[in-house]
């Protein structure tokens, strides 16, 4: 099974809904992030969060929010979705260690908003 | 906050031949530097990284060089193959702060 899963994979949804992406991992790691990939523009980061209580926006928040249920969920909403919110969003989760720090990534979401 | 730039954004080569991918950063306090691959449908995965404490790292085909001084690093891939096809983020990070990613490089092996 994979340690970062997404759902959904795909979604096509229409301008003014509310959307909901949710993520999990079973790494058991504390910290988890919302990436957002569009062409050229590389991977932005809309929120992170470094443990359960600990919620930060990133460079790109306006227009999302999220949730951190429990230390394995973190989901991301977009309240009132518009078509530039169309990309493909990532999930990911690092621990805290100062080496062998690595982030792993879900398999993405494919989002578009009409 | 730290800024990272990538390039170049395409990059072909033919199987066989190196390829060389580049990135800089602005702060100079980032000491772990990670790059990923993407595959089409895929999440980025961790290929190789380097600390700051090191000048170059090899892992088979693969090798990153950093230069502290004039805050750039690069990935070098040689003997390209096929499955080499993808897009490549460099990021970089200060401690245990959190990543930032470059642009990403969309590296094309022609057969």
């Known amino acids: 099974d994979a340690d970062v899963t997404q759902t959904p994979r795909n979604r096509i949804t229409k301008t003014g809904k509310r959307i909901m992406l949710e993520c999990s991992q079973t790494?058991?790691?504390?910290?988890m992030y919302w990436y957002r990939q569009d062409p050229g523009l590389g991977l932005r980061l809309i929120y992170y969060?470094?443990?359960?209580?600990?919620?930060n926006k990133g460079e790109i928040s306006d227009g999302y929010s999220v949730s951190r249920q429990a230390q394995a969920k973190f989901s991301l909403s977009l309240e009132s979705a518009i078509p530039n919110q169309t990309a493909l969003y990532f999930c990911?989760?690092?621990?805290?260690?100062?080496?062998?720090?690595?982030?792993?990534f879900g398999p993405g979401t494919r989002l578009t908003v009409l | 906050g730290e800024n990272v730039e990538q390039h170049p954004s395409t990059l072909s080569v033919q199987e066989g031949d190196s390829a060389v991918i580049k990135c800089t950063y602005s702060?100079?306090?980032?000491?772990?530097f990670p790059w990923y691959k993407q595959e089409l449908g895929k999440g980025p995965q961790l290929i190789i990284d380097?600390?700051?404490?090191?000048g170059e790292k090899k892992d088979q085909r693969i090798a990153v060089t950093l230069n502290k001084t004039a805050k750039h690093f690069s990935l070098h891939i040689t003997e390209t193959q096929p499955e080499d096809s993808a897009v490549y983020f460099c990021?970089?990070?200060?401690?245990?702060?959190?990543?930032?990613f470059g642009t990403g490089t969309r590296l094309t092996i022609i057969p």
């Open positions: 990911a989760t690092s621990g805290t260690e100062l080496v062998n720090n690595e982030q792993f």
């Open positions: 790494k058991g790691h504390d910290r």
């Open positions: 969060s470094f443990d359960v209580k600990d919620i």
């Open positions: 702060d100079s306090a980032s000491n772990y």
């Open positions: 380097i600390r700051s404490n090191v």
């Open positions: 990021a970089a990070r200060r401690g245990n702060e959190k990543l930032t």
